[in-house]
């Protein structure tokens, strides 16, 4: 398995929900919907119901891809907004 694109759509509320991501396999199968949500612990990627991996090495690899997209969207956007 290849993850060939990842695309963050940020939230900027209050809620522990605070981006909604789609990640592209080998450039033929789309998941949309995957959430990233601040827990107890830090941040944690929630998979779509329909959509699970089936062991955890894949499962880890998922989330580490996820979540560093995400760090790189809110590095983004502190680059582009006046403090």
């Known amino acids: 398995m290849r993850i060939t694109d990842v695309q963050i759509r940020k939230l900027f509320d209050d809620s522990d929900m605070k981006a909604i991501a789609s990640m592209t396999i080998d450039d033929m199968f789309v998941i949309h919907d995957i959430k990233v949500i601040e827990g ?44």
């Open 40 to 83: 107890e612990s830090g941040l944690v990627v929630s998979m779509p119901a329909i959509a699970q991996p089936i062991s955890t090495q894949v499962k880890s690899t998922i989330a580490e891809v996820i979540l560093r997209s995400y760090q790189g969207a809110l590095a983004d956007d502190d680059l582009s907004i006046e403090q």
